[in-house]
């Protein structure tokens, strides 16, 4: 049993090519964006822990570290959100 908004492939016909290349570009700007954004985070958590532990205010450790989980977090969903939106295609 499938859902309604589910698009059969005699659909795909109806729904014409530049809706297809549309939903194809989003989904790439999606993947790209989630593969830049988690090899930024990987690339900054790096540069944290290679860091001597004394180097480190209260400052920086109290607003730039949960800061830039909060902000990477946020793009993780945000394309996430991009691409399974566009899979389920309506």
Known sequence: MTPDN??????LEQIGPMF????ILILAIGLGGLWLSL?????NVAEIRSKPKGSHRMEDRFFNY???FLWFGYLIVF???LIVNNL???
């Not at 297809?20 to 939903?23: A, D, L, N």
């Open 39 to 43: 090899k930024q985070l990987r690339k």
């Open 79 to 81: 394309f996430g959100g």
């Open 66 to 68: 949960p800061l830039m």
């Open 6 to 11: 589910f698009v059969k492939t005699k659909d």
């Open 88 to 90: 389920v295609i309506r």
């Open 20 to 23: 297809v290349i549309k939903v």
